[in-house]
């Protein structure tokens, strides 16, 4: 597979080496055009994601976490530097975005469909995927006839089937309760390692972030810039109740505030 | 059930809980989560369906037999409802009935299919290309308030008195209206689902396949009964209007025929086939197949 190259439309072109990188982001920045004139959302962000790696995201709101998924994406252009992916990127939403008019198996078999395999081997990968996030029987549903949870899981086998090396997670779980939250803190952990994808998860539950990643990255507000920056080496697999995790979450809680406490001093 | 289950031992603490015992777990809040969804039977629905449009139509009828039995006016002007249902069955026994609608259908039906072949692509292209949209979109939405009966008189004089003339007189009337129902459901297609199908690899024609069109049906479909509505409608006042042998007898004509024959029975008649006719298609087609994709989308909420 090529790497997909996503630059600002003035930079130099260079080429990345992405060997043994999911997604490099180099010097990345990013401006919309408001009524009171150029507002930087990103400032100079760089960023590796090597392959197999779990990185969450974290900030506050305006820290344009968001922003640079779809820069990831390639769903938008940066101002500035240059982001480079192995291949398209899968991405996940808050909200489902299964569609309504497929039921279940077709919004996953539609994503390989797209992906160009062919009609033979659709079923089957389908009802693998299925299997993979527990849902084996519910090809034939319709995506209204699924909890919230049931839901989400579909949309995470939809983003699988794409076999994209890099899965980019936009805060998936925010709208679920929190016991449906934990069961599936648990399953995309056991289907990360199973399948060794790498991810790239945006959230701003501090909890989630130690649970889930092996590396936080912690993003300033207005504009985003990198701010902190954590491994976390926590054994897996971790429960969110761990004291190793509640200890690492007061840390890089602490220091969220801090960032947050700056915007109030004038 | 389960009374022989052996205990599994307690999950140590930092360990994973055992695959089986989140599986089952899952497999709980799934089960507790669904929403169990079902059709209502056939009863309830009768009750609620069907019963109180029967009681409307009984209770019409009466007032009607009172008004003529209480003489409110000539008996020319308003004729009794058994002199209607007479002429129904004269018409039936002639087999005249079955052909005056057929030809009035028929027409309808080719011409309305006609206008969703060029209104389709015209709303998809309206809807899609910001030029074409600046251009004919207010044009297209204009001519939807037009009433389709201010084309006869050119189309006469166009085309002559026949069947391309009345065609014409459909198209102009059902084209805007499906075009501009398959525009206005362009429109609402949440940004979400084309986001979604933009990193699925759905762009350009496969875009627009396999994402926007589907998005887009609710809103096709009511353009595509309105379209229907004013097929009826251009059509009926197109065989009013025109008059030649060559045209045959349609619903139109029949009514236009029983005013120069002065007979309000006849005109009645006309009426209410003309009235049937479109509602028998809607309930028939269109009602269907609307019900059928909101309630797959899980959009017909019961109420």
């Known amino acids: 597979m090529g790497t997909t190259l996503t630059k600002a439309p003035e930079s130099a072109a260079h080429t990345v080496d992405a060997a043994g990188v999911a997604a490099r982001i180099e010097h990345v920045s990013k401006s919309f055009a408001t009524p009171a004139g150029q507002q930087l959302v990103l400032d100079d962000i760089t960023l590796d994601v090597r392959q197999g790696e779990f990185v969450t995201l974290l900030g506050a709101s305006g820290c344009g976490k968001s922003t640079l998924l779809n820069l990831v994406a390639g769903l938008d252009r940066p101002s500035a530097g240059a982001i480079a992916t192995d291949g398209r990127p899968a991405l996940m939403f808050q909200e489902h975005a299964l569609f309504p008019w497929l039921t279940a198996g077709k919004n996953i078999e539609l994503a390989l469909k797209l992906r160009g395999l062919p009609k033979a081997e659709r079923r089957p990968r389908t009802e693998e995927l299925l299997t993979l996030v527990r849902l084996d029987g519910a090809y034939g549903k319709r995506v209204h006839e699924l909890s919230g949870g049931m839901r989400q899981r579909v949309a995470l086998a939809r983003a699988l089937a794409q076999d994209s090396k890099l899965l980019l997670m936009d805060e998936p779980f925010a709208a679920l309760d929190a016991i449906t939250r934990d069961v599936l803190h648990d399953e995309l952990s056991r289907i990360w390692r199973e399948t060794g994808v790498s991810v790239l998860f945006v959230t701003h539950n501090v909890r989630e972030a130690v649970r889930l990643a092996q590396r936080v990255v912690l993003l300033s507000s207005r504009p985003g810039r990198v701010a902190h920056e954590w491994t976390v080496d926590i054994e897996q697999p971790r429960r969110i109740e761990d004291a190793a995790v509640a200890e690492l979450s007061v840390e890089i809680t602490e220091e969220l505030r801090g960032e947050i406490r700056r915007h109030g001093q004038h | 059930m389960g009374s022989t289950e052996t205990t599994t031992p307690a999950p140590r603490e930092g360990q994973e809980r055992d695959t089986h015992d989140l599986a089952g777990l899952e497999a709980g809040l799934d089960a507790l989560d669904t929403v169990q969804t079902g059709r209502p039977p056939l009863r309830e629905t009768l009750v609620q369906k069907v019963l109180p449009p029967v009681t409307a139509v009984v209770l019409v009828l009466v007032v009607w037999q009172i008004l003529v039995w209480v003489k409110v006016t000539d008996g020319y002007k308003l004729p009794a409802p058994d002199a209607v249902w007479q002429e129904v069955e004269n018409a039936w026994l002639q087999g005249t009935l079955l052909e005056y609608i057929w030809t009035s259908v028929s027409r309808g039906?080719?011409?309305?299919?006609?206008?969703?072949?060029?209104?389709?692509?015209?709303?998809?292209?309206?809807?899609?290309?910001?030029?074409?949209?600046?251009?004919?979109?207010?044009?297209?939405?204009?001519?939807?308030?037009?009433?389709?009966?201010?084309?006869?008189?050119?189309?006469?004089?166009?085309?002559?008195?026949?069947?391309?003339?009345?065609?014409?007189?459909?198209?102009?009337?059902?084209?805007?209206?499906?075009?501009?129902?398959?525009v206005s459901g362009v429109d609402q297609v949440p940004p979400l689902f084309l986001r979604a199908g933009r990193t699925l690899g759905a762009t350009g024609l496969r875009g627009t396949w396999h994402i926007v069109m589907p998005a887009a049906l609710p809103g096709y479909l009511a353009g595509l009964k309105q379209g229907w509505a004013f097929s009826w409608r251009s059509l009926m006042a197109a065989e009013i209007i025109a008059q030649s042998p060559d045209l045959g007898m349609g619903l139109g004509q029949l009514l236009e025929a029983g005013r120069t024959n002065s007979s309000m029975s006849q005109v009645f008649l006309a009426i209410l086939l003309i009235l049937i006719v479109g509602i028998a298609i809607d309930l028939i087609v269109f009602s269907p197949l609307e019900r059928w994709v909101l309630r797959s989308r899980g959009l017909l909420v019961k109420s």
């Open chain 2, 109 to 182: 039906m080719f011409g309305f299919l006609m206008a969703l072949a060029i209104g389709t692509p015209l709303g998809l292209i309206v809807a899609r290309i910001k030029f074409v949209r600046a251009a004919i979109g207010p044009i297209l939405s204009g001519l939807q308030s037009l009433p389709s009966v201010a084309w006869v008189p050119p189309a006469v004089i166009w085309l002559g008195l026949n069947d391309k003339m009345m065609y014409a007189v459909i198209l102009l009337g059902a084209v805007p209206s499906i075009a501009n129902g398959l």
